[in-house]
Each structure stands twice: as C-alpha cells, then as structure tokens.
C-alpha cells in the first residue's frame, strides 16, 4: 500500500517580511490567488485535507475542501514554531539590534535559537508526531497537508535523513507545494516524488 502526502505551504499574508509562527496574520488576496493557482497546477484528487489551524493556512483549506466536497481536519502540531523574542518582528528589525545572533541563527538554529522561542527538537519532534499519525490514520489514501514552511522543511530534513538543523538549506516559498509517497510496510519508507502535474 502507498500513502501519498502533498505539502502545500500557505500564500503571502499580511506582514509576511516578518517572523510569523504563531503571531495568526490572515492570507492577503495575492494569498489567496498564490493558492488557487498551485491548485489550479495539481488538480485536486486528494481524500482528505489536514490543515494548520492558524488562519492563514485554515479559511483556505476550508475554502478548498468545500469547493471539492474533501473532508477537513485541524491538527496544532502543524502550526509554525513559535519565535519567541523575535515574533512579529522582521530580519530588517533584527539586523539594527541583533544582527550577530540572527546571522547565528541563519548559520545553526539548533545552537543559536531566538530568545524564549520553542526549541527546534521540540518543534521536529511535535511535527513528525503529526506526520506519523497521519500516515498510520490515512493510510493508502491521497491526503493534503495545508502548513508553514517550518514544518515542510522538518517533513523534508526527516524524509532525506539530513539532521534538522540544515532545515534553512531548503527553500520553501509561498504557496509551493512538494509531493512526498510512503511505502506501507513493516519500516515505512518515506520519499520525495516528482510533480506529477509538471
């Protein structure tokens, strides 16, 4: 049996030049158009819809599972990590009064975290709890993640073998979306997999 898992990254949202994880900034209507244009490129075949809910990522995959008639869930641990001090602040911001422990960050941000932010092992072992219980509860189906590029770039650093601190090495931009497969089997073999609609 085959799982397959689409990872859709939202679109732009308001203040989307600053470090939102759990600050809730809706989609702007570039957003929204960003979304629908992905969707547009891989027509929608998916059984089930498990979103972030944070508002950015949920009116849209509520939006989208209605239009096709796909089941709706929310899961919390698909939300972004939170960036404690830095939170709603932009790299601009950051550069005028913390520009060495924010190159520290972009170099190891397993080492060097923002002030009071969740810890990256926290936040990997929260999202591969998702990703685990989504593959055992919608095995062989075709299923839609709806998230942030955290937690994309975590699915990706686990499914490649790379530790997680090289999850800033993987560029995730608005509205992309990466198309994994898992072999069901005794050790489930998870694997990245070509645009099929390319």
């Not at 939202?10 to 989609?27: I, K, Q, V």
Request: aromatic share 10%; glycine share 4%; net charge negative.
């Amino acid at each position: 049996m085959t799982t397959f898992i689409d990872l859709l990254r939202h679109g732009e949202t308001e203040n989307s030049h600053r470090y939102c994880g759990s600050t809730d900034y809706p989609l702007t209507p570039l957003g929204w158009t960003q979304m629908w244009n992905t969707i547009e490129k891989n027509p929608p075949h998916w059984q089930q819809i498990i979103t972030s809910p944070l508002t950015r990522c949920a009116n849209f995959a509520q939006a989208l599972g209605q239009r096709y008639s796909i089941p709706v869930t929310q899961d919390t641990r698909l939300q972004e990590i939170h960036f404690g001090e830095w939170e709603d602040r932009s790299a601009a911001e950051l550069m005028q009064t913390h520009a060495d422990a924010l190159f520290q960050f972009w170099q190891n941000p397993l080492t060097y975290p923002p002030p009071k932010a969740e810890h990256l092992l926290d936040f990997e072992a929260r999202v591969l709890s998702a990703w685990y219980e989504i593959q055992q509860q919608f095995v062989d189906k075709k299923n839609l993640l709806i998230t942030h590029s955290g937690v994309i770039r975590v699915i990706i650093c686990h499914i490649q073998q790379h530790p997680v601190e090289r999850l800033l090495e993987f560029e995730i931009n608005h509205a992309d979306m990466k198309h994994a497969c898992i072999e069901q089997a005794e050790h489930p073999q998870a694997m990245l997999i070509p645009d099929p609609y390319a």
